[in-house]
């Protein structure tokens, strides 16, 4: 089994989110056991949809420059970039699995990183997608 995971969306997001103090402290928790591992892997899409969602959609959102602090801080982590066959792959995963296409680029980043684990709100905790097994961290608050 693989030692790396990679982390949806979700999971940087809440590390950042002061409105629910419990999802916050698990996902900080997630994130600074894996910088100090070095075993998380990101994607760009991650990074994307982290610097819109914390910038943007809180009631108290984070600066530009928090938000790109953050961003330089998780760098040091392996990121996978969006690439043509990234998105092929991506295409292919969606239509096997009947997922969307955002949650199918999310897989195939993590296939990509050699990740065996992917911690995810969103996508189907306990599924396997390309012999990846998707958790929830959050599934017991």
Request: include cysteine; charge should be negative; charged fraction near 20%.
């Amino acid at each position: 089994m693989n030692a790396k995971t990679f982390l949806d969306s979700n999971v940087l997001i809440y590390a950042y989110d002061n409105s629910n103090i419990l999802k916050q402290t698990l996902a900080q928790k997630i994130l600074n056991q894996g910088l100090a591992a070095n075993n998380i892997v990101l994607s760009v899409q991650v990074l994307s949809e982290f610097y819109t969602t914390v910038t943007k959609r809180y009631e108290e959102p984070l600066s530009t420059d928090q938000a790109r602090d953050v961003i330089n801080l998780v760098d040091i982590l392996q990121i996978v970039q969006i690439d043509v066959p990234l998105v092929k792959r991506a295409i292919e995963t969606h239509k096997r699995y009947q997922i969307n296409y955002w949650d199918g680029l999310i897989i195939a980043a993590a296939e990509q990183g050699r990740c065996g684990t992917i911690l995810s709100e969103d996508l189907n905790a306990g599924q396997l997608y390309h012999d990846i097994r998707v958790e929830n961290p959050f599934s017991n608050l």
